[in-house]
């Protein structure tokens, strides 16, 4: 099977900061939506956006932290939204929508990692529901000013998903075992293939879509479930690994985000997972928490699959009919 997976030589590296892809670029006059955009890479995602001109609106669960995080921001403008919570992302994206203002990138950002057993809504498992479902109903719901923006949607992964294909027989572990690092795993494989298929639905309305590895970061509250003694250990792993390319700083571990969705080197691509601001390589069969991208993540079959089972879970797809 051909693949798109190949790097394009984009001139920046693992070492790149936002500063660095943004160099040159004017978002005078864009409208980001960045979820998540008030803590650890989203804040500095926001940062960045802003500091190039665009105005970004900040969905936020924790609104008053989000109003702190972002008081010195111009042009930051904070949102109430619980991913977790299907109504309201129907409500945040009602009132969006409301407004109507178009939307020149759509950032998913938001996530939760390793955390403990958790259910919410119908008893979905926290994880696979906040990362992915949560993102999947909020880009269909926004989905009119998406397309009016001709925006791009990116999809924060991560080469955690190298640890787990969808669980397709039980995708909230309600017949077997729950496993959290499992259950990351799915969602950041969910995160790659929503948007594989986003970007095969959108592309004729001039949406393109993208998911990426932001590197591992030492120093972000993503890792807050994780036990000392557990996250010790991931540290080693991660270490070990034959394409380790060591932690970044958060300034770094952002700059792939905002490469993807600014670098005029992908206008008319889409439908990719990113990583080291450069389109990633497949990665060998067998991979862990390294460099590179799992066959699973990008085959065009499992994301049609993955959609259809997420707009039968939350009742919700733009591209219906």
């Known amino acids: 099977m051909t693949t798109k997976q190949h790097a394009i030589g984009s001139g920046f590296g693992v070492r790149s900061t936002t500063s660095d892809v943004l160099a040159g670029i004017d978002l005078s006059g864009k409208l980001a939506l960045v979820t998540g955009g008030y803590s650890g890479l989203g804040l500095e995602t ?36 619980d991913l977790a919570d299907l109504d309201s992302v129907r409500a945040f994206a009602e009132e969006f929508l409301a407004s109507g203002r178009d939307i020149d ?19 979905w ?12 109903a909020l880009t269909n719901r926004l989905w009119p000013a998406i397309a009016r ?4 949607v990116v999809s924060v992964s991560s080469n955690g998903h190298q640890l787990s294909d969808i669980h397709w027989d039980d995708p909230h572990f309600a017949r077997h075992d729950y496993d959290k690092f499992q259950a990351y795993g799915q969602a950041k494989t969910a995160n790659a293939l929503f948007a594989v298929h986003l970007d095969a639905l959108g592309r004729d309305a001039g949406v393109r879509a993208f998911s990426l590895h932001p590197g591992a970061i030492a120093d972000t509250q ?15 792993a991660i270490d070990a690994s034959p394409t380790n390319v060591g932690w970044k700083t958060p300034e770094e571990g952002a700059a792939t985000q905002v490469w993807a969705a600014t670098s005029p080197r992908l206008a008319g691509m889409g439908g990719v997972y990113c990583e080291d601001c450069d389109i990633a390589e497949p990665a060998p069969e067998g991979t862990e928490l390294g460099s590179g991208v799992s066959a699973w993540a990008t085959d065009p079959e499992r994301a049609a699959r993955l959609w259809a089972l997420s707009a039968e879970l939350t009742g919700v797809d733009a591209f219906a009919g």
């Open 46 to 81: 926001t940062r960045a956006l802003a500091g190039a001109g665009a105005h970004v609106v900040v969905p936020a669960r924790r609104r008053s932290a989000a109003v702190e995080a972002l008081g010195g921001i111009e042009g930051a403008e904070v949102a109430e939204l």
């Open 105 to 123: 990138i759509l950032i998913n950002n938001a996530g939760i990692m390793a955390a403990p057993e958790t259910r919410v809504g119908p008893g």
């Open 125 to 136: 498992e926290a994880q696979f529901a906040i990362n992915h479902l949560g993102h999947y």
């Open 149 to 152: 923006g001709g925006a791009r």
């Open 222 to 236: 993503l890792s807050r479930h994780v036990p000392p003694e557990e996250l010790a250990e991931l540290k080693e």
